[in-house]
């Protein structure tokens, strides 16, 4: 069993459109972190958080630590928004770091 | 302020060879964590420097191993090389260790083909 589900693996959305990508953990973690990956590999940290919500222009985090769950939002979605979003979870015990297997979002003009 | 620095970003090895990578954190970071990237398995933890030690690690064989200088640059080795091996090696520096709260920056990625 994975420590980190995501869903949905692959996504395709109208420029436009609110989009929302889960993510749910099964062990104890000290923080979750959204990343975002472009074709050709390089890796960029959207969100660290340990609790609540956080908001960056058109992307909005969220996470309830008793349901063990994150969701990441992106607001009237644009086709540069294309790209894989990964969730990772760290946690204190153990010093382990844990990934998910990526929703792969296409965003047409 | 510069990024992290990976190299090489493209190499080509046959098997049972070696290999060293190297990840040159952002300035002031004391944790280095490298990771493993492939189709079938994803993103996969490979281990994590902090303070030029080894905190933990991932579920790899003893062919993978690193260490970090004083300076925080890091180097991963991995040495009989099976086709397996074959990836993107992702490095990612932290202000604190990857358990805490600390934000993570990666490098673009060293990709490694085994022939």
């Known amino acids: 069993k994975n420590e980190v589900e995501q869903s949905p693996q692959n996504l395709t959305a109208q420029e436009g459109e609110f989009i929302t990508i889960n993510c749910s953990y099964s062990?104890?973690?000290?923080?979750l972190h959204w990343l975002q990956q472009h074709p050709g590999g390089g890796i960029v940290s959207l969100f660290m958080l340990s609790s609540g919500k956080k908001k960056h222009g058109r992307l909005i985090a969220t996470i309830n630590i008793q349901e063990k769950h994150s969701s990441l939002h992106i607001t009237a979605s644009h086709p540069r928004d294309s790209a894989v979003y990964i969730c990772a979870v760290g946690r204190y015990t153990g010093n382990q770091f844990y990934f998910g297997t990526g929703t792969s979002l296409t965003v047409i003009p | 302020k510069a990024g992290v620095t990976q190299t090489p970003r493209y190499l080509i090895k046959t098997r049972g060879q070696q290999v060293t990578l190297s990840c040159s954190p952002i300035?002031?970071?004391?944790?280095v964590s490298w990771y493993q990237q492939t189709p079938g398995q994803g993103l996969q933890f490979l281990f994590e420097?902090?303070?030029?030690?080894?905190?933990n690690k991932g579920n790899f064989p003893g062919r993978f191993s690193g260490r970090q200088f004083s300076n925080s640059r890091s180097e991963m080795n991995v040495s009989t090389l099976e086709l397996g091996d074959s990836a993107l090696y992702l490095c990612?520096?932290?202000?604190?260790?990857?358990?805490?709260?600390?934000?993570?920056?990666f490098g673009e990625g060293s990709r490694l083909t085994v022939l």
């Open positions: 300035s002031g970071h004391r944790s």
């Open positions: 062990v104890g973690i000290s923080a």
């Open positions: 420097y902090f303070s030029e030690t080894q905190r």
């Open positions: 990612a520096s932290s202000l604190s260790r990857v358990s805490s709260t600390g934000e993570l920056f």
